[in-house]
């Protein structure tokens, strides 16, 4: 699902980088009210995974000092977050290819230990094998056990459409856009399901030192359990480090959404114009001010309520994303069915989904399973009976996005469903204007690929 919503995506981006990226295309080719609440919950998603990840980063401090108050530390990520945002889109993409590269050989490095410990290679020897998939066992609770988690997996995964928001911003996107789409897709894939496989071996689902059992620490990590329990000294502090860098970067890249997202909606007259001032250096200094405000609620960490606080704010962000990739599936698809109105072919699109529309279709069904199985995990909780206050905190997104939605048509008097393929824009947005000359450039590009050897053509066409 993941694939095909990043090449649909990707497909949108090339040919409309446009600021806002996929709010902007929810207004153009679904509906405007659908693109202000989609849009507005996407924004509110990063706001709130600002606090959630600078939190989760004190957290982690704890491993090494818990005496100290983590607000103190809160305080020092915050600003370090909002200086990195204020350096621009530069200073954002510098940081995180930093930060990126030390989670991917931090990454790297535990696949080969995860292996060597699973093989009972480690100082505490013994071979371990399947044993944790035996006793206690894999697929707690079952399939209803799958879906609790699906809030979870997909706050997880959310992110992984931040390309498509830098694509107004980069200098030529027709050259870099697709590589860094195709790539995103593989690097999470490797990266979490190796990784998460590995976990899964080497760390039982009923440790009692992972968060949810009533010894919570800061070695909750099941990286920093895992290795712990191979037995090796001085590395889960190197990993918690680690940890606690990736948690700054989502925090980083919450706040380069987010402002972003609100710039973008405040240019489409959805929000007030102040909203999306841009500097000289087209930094979106309004909207970053209010990320910086909802980035206050870090200092919940200080509160006993903070458990409470992360478990709201988790099951709105996570349900965002869900609605977000459906919604850029469904511009994919609309998007194919206005070129085919107006007699024109993909030949013009400088990237095309390697899903085609089929993958769209599997995107917006799978996205559609995975609201179906979160409504019934709120509505009937594993172990416990149904509540009102369970139900929303699983399922709080839904009624957000409904008022956004039904509040935008009031107020706009706009009751029209959906923007009819007679009326969807194809053109606007578009930095290669001359179609023919696109298709010309396009044709070339294609032609030198086919001519070089094999394993080159093969890298280009999955990287």
Known sequence: MIYCTVHALGELAVAFPV????????????????????????????????????????????????????????????????????????????????????????????IFLGIILNCGGGPQGGYIGGKFWHTPGAFAHGFKGVCSVFVTAAFSFTGTEMAGLAAAETENPRK????AIKQVFWRITLFYIVCLTLIGLLVGYDDPRLIGSSDVDATASPFVIAIKNGGIKGLPSVMNAVIMIAVVSVGNSAMYGSSRTLAALANQGMLPKQVGYLDRSGRPLVAIGIGAVFGLLCFVSASDKEAEVFSWLMGLAGLAATFTWMSI??????????????????????????????GSAWGVIMNLVTLIAQ?????????????????????????????????????????????????????????????????????????????????????????
């Open 329 to 358: 599936c469904l511009c994919h698809l609309r998007f194919r069915q206005a070129l085919r109105y107006n007699n024109r072919s993909t030949d013009e699109l400088p990237f095309k989904s390697q899903a085609t529309v089929w």
């Open 19 to 110: 600021a806002g990226a996929f709010s902007s295309y929810i207004t153009r080719f679904l509906d405007p009210s659908w693109g202000f609440a989609v849009g507005s919950l996407y924004a509110l998603n990063w706001l709130c995974t600002l606090p959630l990840e600078l939190v989760a980063a004190s957290i982690t401090i704890r491993y090494w000092q818990s005496t100290v108050n983590p607000a103190a530390f809160v305080c020092l990520f915050y600003a370090l977050v909002l200086f990195l945002n204020l350096c621009g889109v530069r200073g954002y993409g510098e940081s995180e290819f930093i930060f990126s590269s030390i989670k991917v050989i931090a990454v790297i490095g535990f």
């Open 176 to 179: 870099s856009l697709p590589s």
């Open 375 to 463: 409504f019934w995990v709120a509505l009937f909780p594993l172990g416990s009976k149904p509540l009102p206050a369970t139900f929303f905190k699983g399922y709080i997104a839904l009624p957000i996005v409904l008022a956004l939605y039904v509040g935008h048509k009031i107020y706009k008097k706009n009751w029209i469903l959906y923007v009819k393929l007679e009326d969807i824009d194809i053109d606007s947005g578009r930095r290669d204007l001359d179609l023919e000359v696109l298709k010309q450039e396009i044709a070339e590009e294609a032609c030198y690929i086919s001519s070089r050897p094999w394993w080159y053509r093969w890298y280009r066409y999955w990287c």
